[in-house]
């Protein structure tokens, strides 16, 4: 019995920051059609520049803040320079690769000036687990679930109650017809990159007290992440949050009970074989075209 | 005709080829050759590992400080000439080709990576290249399965000599006598493994449990619950400084608080970021630069420190164990290139198996032996054990956790 509450003590708080990373992925397909495979290393930024910024003397709560406000402003000049230009035409697939390229040279980057190593983000929530019985978590794990579910309500809240999330939702429809309405597409679509951008950051900064903070900390989660919104179905916020939870839980669950070598290699089947199931996702619905 | 003007061309070719072949044939042999006063290098300087390379270049640079200082040898200067390999293994013998036919260089030494220094092993007996490691313990880089090495030595651990070491001192601190190997998944993690079952054999004790983890696991609460109710209380660990502290981060969650006795993966790192979960946590190694140090080991790193200041206390050591590695074996290349009394790399290599010399390390009487097994500098008796206690990496005699179980 403790073993399985700890297999989803643990399961949520991993199963939250893929949620959290998916969500930024849903915001951006929601705008463009397209997204930013340099989101491991947004989320990364969130990390380490607040550990940066944290030597150079600042508190952990504005040196946060400066974290997340440098990745948006990382997430919109990525918008703006290595995925609208390649992302002009119907099916265009170049932002794959720009985006990709960008990622690969921002993490290089972040090792040579940073270093290689893991550096710890000191928190007064980390000192001390929650334990029931003989299993735990610490308080900053369990800040992971609560912000995903805060940032899901927040994000169906601005799409539905305001006039910038409407635009947003009229550019997700129908790129052409909110331009003929007077809907800047295109600034709705930095905007939406800027958004992802300090979410990743926002996931980041919150799971480095446990992990630390590392330039590599973004590549798996931020694959994971991705793989989950695409299951869920990207354009579905709660799904997504769903399906990483629930992602993180089934893969504690197969460390547990099946094998800690393979768990990705089974996690990973799994995910193909929803996909062949449902092929718009768990929480995706068939898009009707009317011609 | 035709066969006419083909004998003709013929001849021509061959008188052309004359003078080369003659100069071919008077030219020495490669390592005949007068070699460079200079010490050739593939480390990783850059990328996910540039602080292993850093760890060794600092040493290397103050040993060539003060030997140069004292006169060099044989009456020249001896040069570092260092290259870039990130960790690959092919850019690792790019640059021993460089180091062995264009820089002519007497010695390579070599970095961090096992299947890099294993990857060099048919360039450098193709080029008569001795080259000396000062970290990379794979077995494998100094015991060839030819049983012919003849260029590669070591001055650094030997992975099949660090599992006794860990599983005695297991053996001496284990209360229940339940005993677990946790290993990364790599090649390293994963060679290790029949070492430590081997070592567990020999001293007829079970291995309780074996558990894996990926690089970049950050919670390893399912291995350990498993160990808990196993009833396992010491952890042969091997593991680098992330992940181990991943581990003593889920072990708190857990409330678990087994013995680990690591491999030396670990690293000063590990104490900054586990914080007081370090605490009491063994790892194997050959040199800490915390602590009371003797007074030349003092000196070595007061100079280190002198001559690159982002190391601001022995903290900033990335590897400990690999620095005073590096220190030891710059001058024990020194000191066979002063016997062999010339340039030449088979004399030098011939002189490495004479060298006696009393190094920070340990004392090397001789250096090396003229088996492969003993191309090994450092024996598993200068193998020592090290605690972390109060964020530092202490010889375990400086801490409370000295004394064993019974």
Same mark, same amino acid.
């Given at each position: 019995m403790e073993a399985i509450v700890q297999y989803l003590l643990s399961g949520l708080s991993a199963g939250s920051v893929y949620g959290l990373i998916a969500l930024g992925f849903y915001v951006m397909w929601s705008a463009a059609k397209a997204v930013n495979f340099t989101y491991g290393e947004m989320f990364m930024l969130g990390g380490v520049l607040t550990v940066v910024l944290m030597e150079f003397g600042l508190p952990l709560p504005v040196a946060a803040l400066a974290a997340i406000a440098a990745a948006a402003l990382a997430g919109a000049v990525i918008e703006r320079a290595f995925v609208r230009p390649f992302n002009r035409? &119907?099916? &265009?697939?170049g932002w794959m690769l720009t985006t990709i390229a960008v990622g690969i040279m921002i993490e290089s980057s972040t090792t040579a000036t940073y270093g290689p190593l893991g550096r710890p983000l000191p928190t007064p929530l980390v000192e001390q687990p929650l334990r029931i019985g003989g299993s735990g978590i610490y308080p900053q794990e369990l800040l992971l679930p609560v912000a995903a579910v805060a940032v899901t309500a927040a994000l169906e809240f601005f799409y539905r109650r305001t006039v910038l999330g409407r635009a947003m939702r009229a550019v997700s429809f129908n790129r052409v017809a909110a331009g003929l309405v007077g809907i800047d597409a295109d600034r709705i679509t930095l905007l939406a990159f800027a958004i992802a951008g300090g979410l990743g950051a926002f996931a980041g900064f919150l799971i480095a007290p446990v992990i630390q903070a590392s330039s590599t900390m973004g590549v798996i989660v931020g694959l994971k992440g991705f793989m989950v919104a695409i299951i869920a179905g990207i354009a579905n916020a709660r799904g997504v949050v769903v399906v990483g939870i629930l992602y993180g839980v089934v893969e504690k669950l197969i460390e547990g009970y099946l094998s800690t070598a393979a768990r990705d290699a089974i996690g990973f089947t799994l995910m193909i074989l929803l996909l062949l199931l449902f092929p718009q996702g768990l929480f995706g619905r068939p898009e009707v075209r009317k011609v | 005709m035709q066969h006419r003007r083909f004998v003709a061309g013929g001849r021509r070719l061959l008188l052309g080829l004359l003078p080369a072949a003659t100069l071919l044939a008077i030219a020495p042999p490669v390592s005949a050759q007068r070699a460079q006063p200079c010490i050739g290098a593939s480390w990783e300087l850059t990328g996910p590992l540039a602080h292993t390379g850093f760890s060794i270049r600092i040493a290397v640079e103050t040993a060539l400080e003060e030997i140069n200082a004292a006169g060099g040898v044989l009456g020249q200067p001896l040069r570092l000439v260092a290259y870039d390999d990130a960790g690959e293994p092919a850019r690792a013998v790019d640059n021993a080709r460089r180091i062995g036919e264009r820089d002519n260089c007497i010695v390579m030494m070599g970095g961090f990576r096992t299947p890099n220094a294993i990857a060099l092993r048919d360039p450098l007996a193709e080029m008569e290249l001795p080259w000396v490691g000062v970290i990379s313990a794979g077995t494998a880089v100094i015991e060839h399965p030819n049983n012919a090495n003849k260029w590669m030595f070591r001055v650094s651990m030997k992975d099949r000599w660090v599992a006794p070491f860990l599983v005695e001192h297991a053996k001496a601190r284990t209360k229940s006598g339940k005993i677990a190997l946790v290993y990364e998944g790599t090649a390293w993690g994963q060679g290790a493994v029949p070492d430590v079952e081997r070592a567990m054999a020999a001293i007829n004790m079970p291995l309780v449990a074996k558990e894996t983890f990926n690089i970049g696991d950050q919670d390893m609460s399912a291995q350990l619950i498993r160990l808990r109710d196993a009833g396992v209380d010491t952890i042969i660990l091997y593991a680098v400084d992330r992940e181990a502290t991943n581990l003593v981060r889920s072990m708190d969650r857990l409330g678990y608080r087994p013995t680990i006795i690591a491999a030396w993966g670990v690293g000063v790192q590990f104490a900054r970021t586990a +914080?007081?979960?370090?605490? +009491?946590v063994l790892v194997a190694g050959t040199f800490s630069w915390m602590g009371d140090l003797p007074p030349r080991a003092a000196g070595v790193l007061q100079r280190m420190m002198q001559k690159f200041p982002q190391i601001t206390s022995p903290a900033d050591i990335p590897l400990p164990s690999g620095t005073a590695n590096a220190y030891d074996a710059t001058y024990i290349i020194a000191e066979a290139i002063k016997l062999a009394g010339r340039f030449d790399r088979d004399a030098f290599r011939q002189a490495l198996y004479r060298v006696n010399y009393d190094g920070i390390v340990a004392s090397y009487r001789p250096a090396f032996e003229p088996r492969q097994e003993r191309h090994d500098a450092i024996l598993p008796q200068h193998y020592k054990l090290f605690a972390f206690h109060n964020g530092a990496m202490l010889p375990v005699e400086q801490t409370p956790f000295r004394q064993a179980a019974r």
């Open positions: 035409e &119907a099916n &265009a697939i | +914080g007081p979960l370090a605490e +009491g």
